[in-house]
């Protein structure tokens, strides 16, 4: 069982910067794909970043972003914190949404319902 945490949310002007948090319990962290999503209103959930666990050598910590968040976010996990992160640059006002990590066994995913747990989520808004 796995329990995520997020936090870092709030509101930001457009063209600002926010870190998200996600803390995990348990002690198998290392072996979850971790991954980031997003809910605004009136719109599906939607893929924002996936990083993959951190054993197998070639699959180590590799990474996938959807094309509207490239370059500008990155995902990075710190195993020994239990913790992932999304750092986001240069926020737009379509960035706004309710943002949730979500952690799966294996290999890392960007369809969410592959995701077998999920935190309470946190709100960011980017006023224009």
């Known amino acids: 069982q796995v329990q995520l945490v997020e936090s870092g949310g709030g509101w930001v002007q457009a063209g600002g910067s926010m870190r998200l948090s996600c803390a995990a319990s348990g002690r198998t962290f290392s072996s979850y794909a971790m991954g980031w999503f997003r809910h605004a209103p009136g719109k599906e959930r939607d893929f924002v970043a996936a990083i993959s666990w951190s054993g197998a050598s070639r699959d180590y910590a590799s990474t996938d972003y959807a094309d509207s968040v490239k370059v500008r976010f990155t995902i990075s996990r710190d195993n020994a914190k239990n913790t992932v992160y999304l750092q986001m640059n240069s926020l737009k006002p379509e960035d706004t949404a309710v943002y949730y990590c979500?952690?799966?066994?294996?290999?890392?995913?960007?369809?969410?319902?592959?995701?077998?747990?999920w935190g309470q989520g946190t709100q960011v808004h980017v006023s224009s």
């Open positions: 979500a952690a799966k066994w294996g290999r890392r995913t960007v369809v969410a319902d592959h995701y077998d747990y």
